[in-house]
């Protein structure tokens, strides 16, 4: 039997959920659900908020109003890992892919940095956490990451906690091998930030910057010279595979 049920539709409220609690829609979820998704009342959603779990909840439409019955609870919620990724923010819809897909590779906190060479400098951070609600709400993922405020690179590196390792992709890194260099440097268990940096690449001092952490780890991603949103995905997928929760044992 699936782990997940992708057939109903799911759906982030802010709101606490329990048994027998009555959710009330904004227009943009009533029309979601009625008119997008055509659900009559009585339609099946299943509703969570990032806090108490996944659970059963059952439409109801009136003339003014448009609310949720909560029901049983399907899955209680689970604890979120400790992966934070830090990236140099992007252009509109590639910022929105890489948002998307950080959430699906389990990111428990997203931290835009400013580079030198950065091409975006402001961000809509009300965008941002849309595509984050998206993605959780299309992949049966049960926690929201943070989503921490835009900030220069030195001054989140200068506030990274000294037992974090730091990944970021370089393509000069010393270890060839992205997973043997995790392998080797990276504890098993240990809490982790990815940086993704900007297309035109960190400045002299923020490299330096970045070298003089006591627990950074130089990743190389091939041969190839990838687009920051693809590197976004390949680098979060080998972090996951080598010391994450795609690990079994």
């Known amino acids: 039997m699936p782990a997940y049920d992708f057939r109903t539709p799911r759906l982030y409220v802010e ?56 029901g049983g609870r399907r899955r209680a919620q689970t604890e979120a890992g400790d992966l ?32 030198r060479h950065g091409q975006v400098a402001r961000l809509n951070m009300a965008r ?34 000294p037992e974090r390792y730091l990944i970021f992709c370089d393509e000069d890194a010393e270890v060839a091998d992205p997973l043997v260099a995790l392998a080797t440097k990276v504890p098993p268990r240990s809490p982790v930030a990815v940086l993704i940096g900007p297309e035109g690449g960190f400045a002299e001092d923020e490299r330096a910057a970045l070298l003089k952490l006591p627990n950074v780890v130089r990743l190389a991603l091939g041969p190839r010279i990838l687009r920051a949103d693809t590197a976004a995905v390949a680098a979060l997928a080998l972090v996951q595979a080598a010391l994450g929760d795609w690990r079994t044992g």
């Open 15 to 70: 709101t606490s959920l329990g048994e027998e609690t009555a959710v009330a829609l904004d227009r943009a979820q009533a029309h979601y659900l009625t008119t997008v998704l055509r659900l009559k009342s009585g339609g099946g959603v299943l509703v969570f908020n990032g806090r108490d779990g996944e659970w059963e909840a059952t439409l109801d439409v009136q003339k003014r109003a448009v609310a949720l019955h909560v």
């Open 128 to 161: 941002v956490r849309a595509n984050c609600i998206e993605a959780a709400e299309q992949c049966g993922i049960l926690n929201l990451p943070e989503i921490a405020e835009p900030a220069a690179l030195l001054a989140v590196l200068s506030a990274n906690e």
């Open 84 to 115: 934070h990724y830090l990236f140099a923010p992007l252009k509109a819809a590639r910022l929105d892919y890489m948002t998307q897909k950080a959430v699906e590779m389990g990111a428990s906190r997203l931290q835009p940095v400013l580079t």
